[in-house]
């Protein structure tokens, strides 16, 4: 019934979830794609989704290898140059203001836009990299992506003339392992898992926040539609976008 009394829009009693965000002793944040939308980042499923748009092929990693060329090309189109100017959103900035007040211990991220630490939150898990660098294929060197480096096609290591990679993960490649074992202890050890803006249809990340329910963590979740969590998972269902929840939710922070 609780879950039912938030699920209706004029219903959401936002006093009541800053009072649960408030009262509790571990708060991890688990988020997606669509708490960048309203910052103006694309997501990759549904309305206005990148996926359905250009395809996925050049984000994977065996096509990226034997084209680095072409996906680059892509790369720039899709990600980069949408996000080369976006700033965090509300939603964003109550998670890092709630890390200042000790209540957000951490926040696991599949997103690669680095809007959570520009928001100013400084335990940021990325299980999906992130957009900010590039690294050499050969000899691993690091580059802060910039202007110069996009205006290369393909970006190559100044080392050793090798072709850079971005840093996130590409489809069948592995999730670094230090952001998803710390995600996976903070997940076990939150209280309060709040899902925001993700479909959860990726694996492995989607099985995070279930390790978080089977440790009797209560889960919050905010998003205007439902996820494949919503009805399996979720005591509390906020059925509102980010930026506008959490504008109504630092009311009563
Ligand atoms: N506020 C909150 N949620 C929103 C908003 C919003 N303003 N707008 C859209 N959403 C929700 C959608 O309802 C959907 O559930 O965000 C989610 C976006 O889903 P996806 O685009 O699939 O993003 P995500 O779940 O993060 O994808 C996971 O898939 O392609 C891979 O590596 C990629 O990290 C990505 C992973
Ligand atoms: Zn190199």
Same mark, same amino acid.
């Given at each position: ?5 938030? #699920?209706?829009? #004029? ?5 009541? *979830?800053?009072?649960?965000?408030? %009262?509790?002793? @571990?708060? /991890?944040? $688990? ?26 092929? $050049?984000?994977?990693?065996? #096509? &990226? /290898? ?13 990600? @980069?140059?949408?996000?080369?100017? /976006? ?5 964003? *900035? ?34 999906? !990299? ?5 690294? =050499? ?19 190559? =290591? %100044?080392? =050793?003339?090798? /072709?850079?990679?971005?840093? &996130?993960? $590409? &489809? ?20 309060? +898992? *709040?899902?925001? !803006?993700? !479909? ?7 099985? *995070? ?19 494949? &969590? ?6 509390? #269902?906020?059925?509102?976008?980010? !930026?506008?929840? +959490?504008? %109504?939710? %630092?009311?009563?922070?």
């Amino acid at each position: 019934l609780f879950a039912l009394l938030l #699920y209706n829009n #004029y219903m959401i009693d936002y006093k009541l *979830i800053a009072k649960t965000i408030k %009262e509790s002793k @571990y708060a /991890v944040a $688990f988020t997606g794609a669509g708490i960048s939308v309203e910052s103006g980042v694309p997501p990759f499923r549904g309305e206005n989704g990148l996926w359905e748009k250009h395809g996925s092929q $050049f984000a994977e990693i065996s #096509y &990226f /290898v034997k084209h680095p060329k072409e996906s680059w090309g892509s790369l720039k189109k899709v990600f @980069y140059d949408p996000i080369t100017d /976006v700033k965090p959103n509300k939603a964003h *900035i109550v998670l890092a203001n709630l890390e200042k007040m000790g209540i957000m211990r951490s926040i696991i991220t599949q997103n690669i836009d680095n809007l959570h630490q520009d928001a100013g939150s400084k335990i940021v898990y990325e299980l999906h !990299g992130t957009a900010k660098y590039a690294v =050499c294929m050969k000899c691993k060197s690091r580059y802060k992506i910039n202007k110069d480096i996009l205006d290369m096609n393909p970006p190559s =290591c %100044e080392k =050793c003339g090798s /072709v850079l990679k971005p840093d &996130f993960v $590409f &489809f069948g490649e592995q999730l670094p392992a230090l952001d998803f074992n710390s995600s996976i202890e903070d997940s076990q050890k939150s209280d309060l +898992f *709040i899902i925001i !803006g993700t !479909g959860g249809e990726v694996m492995p990340a989607a099985q *995070i926040p279930h390790l978080a329910k089977r440790a009797n963590a209560k889960i919050m979740e905010i998003n205007p539609e439902p996820s494949s &969590f919503t009805n399996y998972i979720v005591d509390i #269902y906020v059925q509102e976008k980010a !930026g506008i929840a +959490f504008t %109504e939710i %630092e009311k009563y922070l």
